[in-house]
């Protein structure tokens, strides 16, 4: 059964830093490409950053480029999602996927397995 488990949200003042964690489990993660997404309050879903099945190759949201870094350890079964210089509209509940390209835009895969998420919160 696939799961995914993130870990490490939490609350800081703008500016702060968080590390966020998924764990994965069910599927052999240096066969996927990862992706890491957020919802806001009151808003959609929405794509954040991907870290390619090799490690080497990323994108993120124009909203977070320079200040988030994706990165995984197959290792370990494990993404994770390095937030500095955090704002207010980082605010959210933070997921990860697979994922896959279409376009210019990157997709979850396996929307049946959604985890729980990490509820980041920063404060102005």
């Known amino acids: 059964q696939v799961q995914m488990v993130e870990s490490g949200g939490g609350s800081v003042q703008a500016g702060g830093s968080l590390i966020l964690s998924c764990t994965t489990d069910g599927f052999s993660l240096s066969d996927y490409d990862m992706g890491w997404f957020r919802q806001g309050p009151g808003k959609a879903r929405e794509f954040v950053a991907t870290?390619?099945?090799?490690?080497?190759?990323?994108w993120y949201a124009d909203s977070v480029k320079g200040r988030f870094t994706v990165a995984r350890d197959n290792s370990v079964n494990t993404v994770f999602l390095q937030m500095n210089s955090l704002k207010p509209e980082d605010t959210g509940v933070y997921y990860c996927?697979?994922?896959?390209?279409?376009?210019?835009?990157?997709?979850?895969?396996?929307?049946?397995?959604w985890g729980l998420g990490a509820q980041v919160t920063v404060s102005s």
């Open positions: 870290t390619g099945w090799n490690g080497p190759t990323m």
């Open positions: 996927n697979t994922v896959m390209r279409e376009g210019t835009d990157w997709l979850p895969q396996r929307l049946d397995a």
